[in-house]
């Protein structure tokens, strides 16, 4: 029993005397360890004393100039389209009512850079006539396409290598829609030329080339056995009568060729464009000149409606067409002939670039 009472008053004499050690350490107080003292430089109450400082000289900055990015490529085109009709209503002198649409779309995409021209063209057009009691009829149909690249010889001079084509879209029939008369290459014709193009300005363009490749393409085999557009028709067996399938598609000519583009504003708002193209095959009949010639009036009226008109000639000696040599309104031959065409047209038009 004692040894108990003594432990116990033991503990509790310790308990006293950490009590207490703890309660003057908390009432001392926190260390802080002193803070390090900069060096401080006492300078002379007069400036003047002080040794002169020389300004340090500035470096002129230059500046690079950054060359703005040169577009090489120039795009654009212009699309028009014309309208036509006529409606008549208890008119005496008589008439047909007609509805007609005519399309055009004109697209270029002009590189230079340096002494290197390239120069690319495309022309679509398409054109539809409804007469009345009739079934809708193709009244235009074209497409071409002109690559040509130059490269600088002199001031107005350039060597030129040009490639043309000359085809049509859809099929055209005859009236009575029961005879193809041409087609998507039926005809193609094909030009590829080396020569020289003479650019005085930006208005006329002259490419003279005295090698020239003229390649007339018929596609469809029933109108190669026909011989259409100059290829050699089907071959004639013992009977005389042609062998269906030995027609041939291809038509090669080599010759010279010249082609004229000329474009100006002759009067306010009235723009000439003028495409001319001969070529003479050194191989057969060289003085029988292929003619196409095309001339565009457009009269601007203001940045939307527009009118237009346009005249084609085509000589080609060739091309074969029904002829009436007596004069009876009766087809007697064929043989080549000038082909004409002309339209007017009152329209839309939208320009971009």
Do not use: C
């Not at 504003?265 to 292929?290: A, C, G, H």
Request: proline share 5%.
């Amino acid at each position: 029993m004692l040894f108990h009472f003594r432990r116990l008053f033991t503990v509790l004499l310790t308990l006293v005397f950490a009590s207490s050690f703890l309660s003057a350490l908390a009432q001392r107080p926190a260390f802080v360890p002193p803070a390090l003292k900069r060096p401080v430089l006492l300078l002379p109450a007069d400036t003047a004393l002080l040794p002169a400082i020389p300004p340090v000289a500035k470096r002129p900055v230059t500046k690079v100039p950054v060359a703005a990015a040169v577009n090489l490529w120039d795009f654009g085109g212009i699309g028009t389209v014309n309208f036509s009709q006529v409606s008549l209503s208890n008119w005496a002198a008589g008439g047909q009512n007609t509805v007609s649409v005519l399309g055009n779309a004109s697209l270029y995409a002009n590189y230079e850079q340096g002494k290197s021209t390239w120069n690319n063209a495309l022309d679509l057009t398409y054109g539809l006539v409804k007469l009345e009691g009739r079934r809708v009829q193709k009244s235009d149909d074209k497409m071409e396409l002109n690559l040509k690249y130059g490269y600088r010889a002199s001031k107005r001079w350039f060597y030129t290598a040009q490639m043309n084509l000359k085809t049509q879209l859809t099929p055209t029939y005859t009236i009575t829609r029961d005879t193809l008369r041409s087609n998507f290459f039926a005809p193609a014709s094909i030009l590829a030329s080396l020569g020289m193009d003479y650019k005085p300005n930006e208005r006329l363009s002259v490419f003279i080339s005295p090698f020239t490749g003229k390649f007339t393409v018929v596609a469809s085999q029933m109108l190669a056995d026909k011989g259409a557009f100059g290829v050699e028709p089907a071959r004639k067996g013992a009977e005389g009568n042609r062998i269906p399938g030995t027609g041939e598609h291809l038509r090669r000519e080599f010759g010279g060729y010249v082609n004229v583009r000329y474009k100006k504003e002759v009067l306010k708002n009235i723009t000439l464009q003028s495409k001319l193209d001969l070529f003479s095959n050194y191989l057969r009949e060289p003085e029988n000149v292929d003619l196409n010639w095309e001339n565009v009036v457009n009269f601007k009226v203001n940045k939307v409606v527009s009118a237009s008109l346009f005249a084609h000639m085509i000589y080609d000696d060739d091309v074969k067409v029904d002829v009436d040599r007596n004069s009876d309104d009766k087809v007697d031959g064929r043989g080549p002939r000038l082909q004409v065409k002309q339209t007017l047209g009152i329209g839309v038009s939208y320009k971009f670039k």
